[in-house]
């Protein structure tokens, strides 16, 4: 009986093994993304934006604000983003093979044009979409987080 066990064991890691590589390969490649979007937040770089994001893309913020791509395009010209930080806590979600969910903690420090410099700390949640081989992000939401 021990030996069964024991086989049935040896056969689920080899199986689970290599799915959990996967998974922990996607969430670096769908975290690697989300900080290249920050960073490109950070440096204004709205050409590099309008090549990055989804055409649909919809952000909501912790503030309840809503932008599509466009919008946010505009907002980032008068957002000043000084510094962000990524807890290593981060996961990912997959929903479907082309569909993951990537959460995170972030604490952000910036200010929209003429307002004062403020402190975010929130639980994001961005949905990874792999349209022609490539993953793109198509939701990204904020929750304030103490």
């Given at each position: 009986m021990?030996?069964?066990?024991?086989?049935?064991?040896a056969?689920?890691?080899?199986?689970?093994?290599?799915?959990?590589?996967?998974?922990?390969?996607?969430?670096?490649?769908?975290?690697?993304l989300?900080?290249?979007?920050?960073?490109?937040?950070k440096?204004?770089?709205r050409?590099a934006?309008?090549?990055?994001?989804?055409?649909?893309?919809?952000q909501?913020?912790?503030?309840?604000?809503r932008?599509?791509?466009?919008?946010?395009?505009?907002?980032?010209?008068?957002?000043r983003l000084?510094?962000?930080?990524?807890?290593?806590?981060?996961?990912?979600?997959?929903?479907?093979?082309?569909?993951?969910?990537?959460?995170?903690?972030?604490?952000?420090?910036?200010?929209?044009?003429?307002?004062?410099?403020?402190f975010?700390k929130?639980?994001?949640?961005?949905?990874?979409?792999r349209?022609?081989g490539?993953?793109?992000?198509?939701?990204?939401?904020e929750?304030?987080?103490?």
């Amino acid at each position: 009986m021990i030996g069964r066990r024991s086989l049935a064991l040896a056969a689920f890691v080899t199986l689970v093994g290599p799915a959990a590589r996967a998974q922990e390969s996607l969430r670096d490649e769908l975290m690697a993304l989300e900080r290249r979007n920050w960073e490109y937040t950070k440096a204004r770089d709205r050409a590099a934006l309008r090549r990055f994001l989804a055409d649909d893309l919809l952000q909501i913020f912790s503030d309840g604000s809503r932008y599509d791509k466009r919008d946010f395009l505009d907002y980032v010209a008068n957002y000043r983003l000084d510094s962000y930080e990524i807890a290593p806590t981060y996961a990912v979600r997959p929903i479907a093979p082309d569909v993951a969910l990537l959460i995170y903690r972030v604490t952000s420090r910036g200010a929209a044009r003429l307002d004062r410099t403020r402190f975010d700390k929130v639980l994001a949640t961005s949905v990874y979409v792999r349209r022609n081989g490539k993953w793109t992000s198509v939701l990204y939401q904020e929750t304030p987080s103490p």
